[in-house]
């Protein structure tokens, strides 16, 4: 809930992939949120207040129906937005350095694409698709590849510019 926080005030994209990462971490537990919960340790009442946030993300993914797969609406309208501030920054003729880096991470964009068997709905999925498989290998410790290693450095700036963008227009200090 505290990382979850500052990362949703901070980096749009970190917050998407952290918050895909608890899905992951509440299916792993089968939804008994009381075995994440007990890893912190923090006072009696920011506890409670950890131990509702999680209930209640628990809660939305089951009314959601995403106990097996998938994410919750929130983190999918959160994805939709952006892939749509991305589109407004490629037909921007003054974001020739977004569109740079976009050109730069396209081939690996589509790569993912095709490898999803078009599953992937559109180019900034694919990105965060892209840093949170990353991600998986890592836990795993599993040997990342050279060309594997260019794609997500590619997504991750491109996400980074992307998040300051959302963030800039979220908080009203820049327009399209």
């Known amino acids: 809930m505290i990382i979850a ?44 207040d950890i131990q509702i946030w999680y209930t209640q993300l628990a809660d939305a993914m089951k009314s959601e129906g995403i106990e097996e797969s998938g994410h919750l609406r929130q ?37 993912i694409i095709t490898k999803s068997d078009n599953t992937i709905k559109n180019e900034i999925e694919a990105c965060l698709m892209g840093l949170y498989g990353m991600l998986l290998l890592r836990l795993q410790r599993k040997t990342i590849s ?7 450095t590619s997504f991750s700036r491109l996400l980074a510019v992307l998040s300051k963008k959302f963030h800039e227009l979220e908080k009203g200090n820049s327009e399209l």
Do not use: C
């Open 75 to 111: 983190l999918q309208e959160l994805v939709i937005e952006l892939s749509q501030l991305n589109i407004s920054l490629l037909q921007n003729s003054s974001e020739k350095k977004y569109q740079e880096l976009f050109n730069e991470a396209l081939p690996h964009i589509a790569e």
């Open 5 to 48: 926080t500052q990362k949703r005030q901070q980096n749009i994209a970190e917050y998407i992939l952290y918050m895909w990462q608890l899905e992951d971490m509440i299916r792993a537990v089968k939804f008994d949120v009381s075995q994440i919960v007990s890893q912190y340790n923090y006072p009696e009442n920011t506890m409670k």
């Open 146 to 152: 050279e060309n594997t290693n260019i794609a997500i």
